[in-house]
Structures are given as C-alpha cells and as structure tokens.
C-alpha cells in the first residue's frame, strides 16, 4: 500500500542520514574469494559521508580495494573473508601501511553467509598512535641518558665513555656501525671512537699496509655537511646525495646515514654518525 511504501522511504530516510552524520568511517563491502576459497579483494557497496575522510579513498562505492588500493595488506582480506564466512565480529586496532593510516575497527557480517557481505565501523587512530610512538620513543631516550650517566661512573677514560655513547646511538637508531669524531687542531676530523662493528668491516690500510680507522679526514661530504651546517642531517640515500663523495678504499658500504653535530657552548667541536640502520 502507498502507506506501507512511505513508511519503508521514511525509514530508508532516516537510517540514511544516521548513516552520513556518523563521524566515524562505515562501508558494506562483499568479499571476494578466490577458486581455492582464500581471500582476495573486496567491493565497496555503500559509503557513508565520513569515508572518505577517514580514508582519503574518492568515490570509492562500486569499487574494488584492490583498484584503489593495490598494495593493501593482505591481513584485511584475512580478517574480513573470516567474519564473511564465519558471522564471527571482530573488533581491532591495525595499520594500513598503503593507506598511511591506523584504524581501531569494529565488522561483522550483515546478510547470509553466501551474501558475503561485511558492516564495518572505522575510525582513523593515525594522530594516537604517533603520539604514543612519540612517548616511547622519548621515554626510550631518557632511559639511554640515564644509562649513559650510570655508565659514565665506570669509564677510566673518555675513549671508553666515547665507546658508551657511540653503541648507545646504535642502539637507539638500529644501525649497523657508527663513529664519534672530534676537530682536531689541524683542522681535519679525528676518529674518538669507532663502534666494534665498523672496525670489523673497516679494511682500510695505512701507507704501511697495516689496518687502520678511517679517521683523519678533510671536512667535506655528508659528514662535513654536518659539521659545517651546525645541525643534524640524513639521507637513505648516501651515494645519490649531492654532497656525497663517496667512501674510501676499504671503507665499510654506506647505504644510510645520520650525523649529529657535538658543540662546545656556540663551537661545533665534532660529530656522532650512525650509518645502514636496519630496515
């Protein structure tokens, strides 16, 4: 009847406009599996307005994740292709590195199991999470001072405190060797320690053929950049940078680098360098 057909509009209506004043993200999307059953890609049915905000996906209704987004993790396929076919809801919290987001997410399926169809509610937790790897990492650093402070009470000499604070900063930054160089009288810089690692990797040889540091050098290049700019520098691609000059014979591969400038009151009086951190 004609007041059936209104009712049915009125409540359309209003779970229409509930749906689009929704803050949080919400879609409906169905599941698409392939010949062996395993979760591949899905199809968005229906958007609300915050969509797109949420996500920075355009006009993404009608269209698969895997054409907006082809490099989305396989663990979203995963975990909706179980709830499609299990009814089982799931709600969690995952980073969506494709899209450069983190999501605290809450799906279930709507439909019957062969509509395979997933309801899900999202909402962007990216500003969180940074404020929290923020706070870990701060705290990370207060406790390597203080580490570097309790240490600093049984070091003999400073080579040795030089060796604390130098595998300290490997640690912090993950890297694979590093070295702290001082401004030597004569202008170049001087090797105040080398980190076990670069030594080992080191095989430059003095003009006797003996191994030695690869200390004592003109400040030029990433290294001098850093001294001469007074502020922190790095780059992950050391041999494409304008200011590289490459490395010595025998000096250990540079593939990343960092460099921290040391002062003494407003006088830069050396540097800390990290170099090839993991990952």
Known sequence: ?????????????????????????????????????????????????????????????????????????????????????????????????????????????VGDTEDRQVAIVFNDISERKRAEEETRLRNRLLEQINRILRETLTCETEEQLGQVCLRIAEEITASRFGFIGAIGEDGLLHDFAISNPGWELCTMHDKSGHRRPPGDFHIHGLYGKVILDGKGFFTNTSSAHPDSIGTPPGHPPLTAFLGVPLFSGVKTIGMIAVGNREG
């Open 1 to 109: 009847s004609r007041k059936a057909e209104d009712a049915v509009r009125e409540s359309e209506e209003k779970y229409r406009n509930l749906f689009n004043a929704m803050d949080e993200g919400f879609c409906i999307i169905e599941m698409i599996f392939d010949a062996e059953g395993r979760p591949v890609d899905y199809c968005f049915l229906a958007v609300n307005a915050a969509f797109e905000k949420q996500t920075g996906l355009h006009e993404a209704e009608g269209k698969f994740m895997r054409e907006l987004a082809p490099a989305h993790e396989a663990h979203w396929f995963e975990i909706y292709g179980k709830i499609a076919l299990t009814g089982e809801s799931a709600h969690f919290v995952n980073e969506a590195r494709a899209l450069n987001r983190w999501y605290e997410v809450y799906a279930y399926r």
